[in-house]
């Protein structure tokens, strides 16, 4: 028995960050019900690199966040696709979307709408910046908002380096895998309170908000001092980043001044230890510059697994720096199956990224199927909502499956 079996989750969603959750939810023996426009599906099956076989299409997309759903394709435009929906919804736990506000209100979606179809309704929106219904979605409201909006306005941006001070750009979309992530967490703390306290659950999650509580260091300290720390820099430990040694770099991490102390005995520099400008961490960020200097000075003498190796010796947290080859090729990822290896049958085999989440019950290294758009709209609609070939055909003639 997995965490979540016997729970359905109906996802209207597109994108990244819709299926990043549902893939969640998945993962831990949810039945998770995509529901997709006619043609084509959901957008994101058609972004990235490609593998065809058969006259079938497989994206890197797919393989990436859609394994382990039932897809189904439903023309929500048309009054037999809306007719489908609302029965679907009887039948769901949760109703999982990141659809806009201003589309989920002119289909007639609402929290009031979905619980006067299931009573103990678990709802859950995910959006650029939230809705109005349990608390106001801001100036920036019905925004279309992809990752790199929500993390410039969260000022994530003037967090990493970017060169001749223009905002930088990490390159990871964390605006999706963080809110992601967290509109997970807030559905399953429903899914908790609707068992023991019973009732519908309401759960938003703005992209914006995940950001900002993302930034919190940076956006604490700028409001505590005045001053925003140092681009690309901890703001609040020093030495902390990445240092060049003989063959790459390694992250040294001097989180805090006992710490400190080991790392001058492990570079042999006692005499840094009576430096009063490097005794406490405010004042060795405020020396940043001398810092770096002293600590590349040792670096670069080394390897970076000599490096390594003697700062551990001295409990000095640090490790190498590894470029994406290299994290595919770790024994360190291998062991706790974070990069697996799938056969689907369009792509064949294939690198994948594994589940972090390690938990009592629950196979990790499960390969979970990829169903191509649409591809259990028959199965579903007959076992779910009984819908017989008669029905399905008069549904089809009314324009609901496009």
Known sequence: MQALNGIRVLALEGYLAGNIGSLQFARFGAEVIKLEPPGAGD????????????GQVRSLSELRVMAGKKSIQVDLQTPAGMD??????????????????????????????????RADMVYTTLSGFGHDDLITSGPYGDWPAFDLIAQGLAGLQYRADGLDGQPGYNGLPLGDQVSALMAVLGTVLAL???????????VDLAMHDAMVSLNELGLSLTAFSGQAPSRGRSGTSAPYGAYRASDGYINITVGGDPIWQRFCSAIGRADLLDDSRFTQSAGRVRHLREIDVIV????????????????HQHGVPCGPVHDLPDVLNSPQAAARNMVLTVDDPIAGQQRIIGNPIKMSGNDDRASLPVSCAGAD???????????????LAALRAQGAFG
Request: charged share 25%.
């Open 377 to 391: 709209t028959t199965t579903v609609l007959t076992d779910l909502l009984g819908i017989d070939a008669t029905e």
């Open 296 to 311: 590349e000075t040792w670096t670069a003498r080394h390897t970076m697994m000599e490096a390594s190796a003697t700062l």
């Open 43 to 54: 957008i994101l099956r058609g972004v990235g690199s490609k593998v065809t076989k058969d």
């Open 192 to 202: 908790y309170r609707r068992k023991d306290q019973g009732g519908p659950q309401r």
């Open 84 to 117: 489908v929906f609302w029965r679907l919804v009887a039948h769901s736990d949760v109703v999982w979307t990141n659809m806009k506000p201003s589309s989920l209100e002119k289909l007639g979606i609402t929290f009031e709408t979905l619980c006067a179809r």
